[in-house]
């Protein structure tokens, strides 16, 4: 019997995760003196196999830290810690999340005057940045024999107007701070015999 063997290789690539139109706006409680602030924004995930879907495990978490510019860095503000239900990506395919938080006096009453569409040149000087951090932790592991799991976890710092109230960037790609990429290769084999030759009894003689 004689045959050939067949050795696919297929690479396989955590996903790509965009952070899309982050904004904050300025909510004005009329009936009281406080001053809430709603932030917006949009995650862009997008499985860069073009022959493997991906599941995330559930939850995946979300985190939104405000970077305060007026204290130390031990002082930020955590505002949101949120949760997205897993689901599965097929190849190639892209997925958008919204997500939202409404915070009440998030910025001090000295900052407050200067933010979010509020700035007056004159009396304040020119708009500033706000700055501010999201994260976010997921575990997927691809559809395959391998039942292998993978914890990653990504981060995007986002500089924000105070005179717009958006991100100076619409796009932003997270940057993985941990999760390896390095799954390798999965390997496809197949046999195939090609003849099987069987001697008669006269060549046996």
């Not at 830290?65 to 599965?88: A, M, P």
């Not at 700035?119 to 559809?143: C, Q, R």
């Not at 717009?164 to 799954?183: A, E």
Request: with cysteine; proline share 2%.
């Amino acid at each position: 019997m004689s045959g050939y063997l067949t050795i696919l290789l297929l690479s396989r690539n955590r996903p790509t995760v965009y952070l899309d139109n982050f904004n904050i706006v300025s909510l004005i409680n009329t009936s009281s003196s406080s001053t809430n602030t709603a932030i917006y924004l949009e995650l862009r995930i997008q499985n860069e196999n073009s022959w493997i879907g991906v599941y995330y495990e559930d939850p995946l978490n979300l985190t939104i830290t405000y970077l305060q510019s007026t204290v130390s860095t031990g002082s930020n503000v955590i505002i949101e810690r949120s949760t997205i239900k897993g689901f599965y990506q097929g190849n190639g395919e892209v997925k958008h999340i919204q997500a939202s938080v409404v915070i009440q006096d998030l910025f001090s009453t000295t900052e407050r005057p200067r933010r979010l569409g509020e700035t007056n040149v004159k009396m304040y000087g020119p708009s500033k940045m706000i700055d501010f951090v999201v994260d976010l932790e997921a575990d997927i592991k691809f559809k395959c024999i391998e039942n292998k799991k993978s914890h990653l976890t990504m981060q995007s710092t986002v500089e924000v107007s105070d005179y717009t109230g958006t991100s100076v960037l619409k796009t932003i790609q997270m940057k993985y701070t941990s999760g390896s990429n390095d799954w390798g290769v999965w390997r496809w084999v197949l046999a195939v015999p090609l003849s099987c030759e069987r001697k008669s009894s006269l060549d046996l003689i």
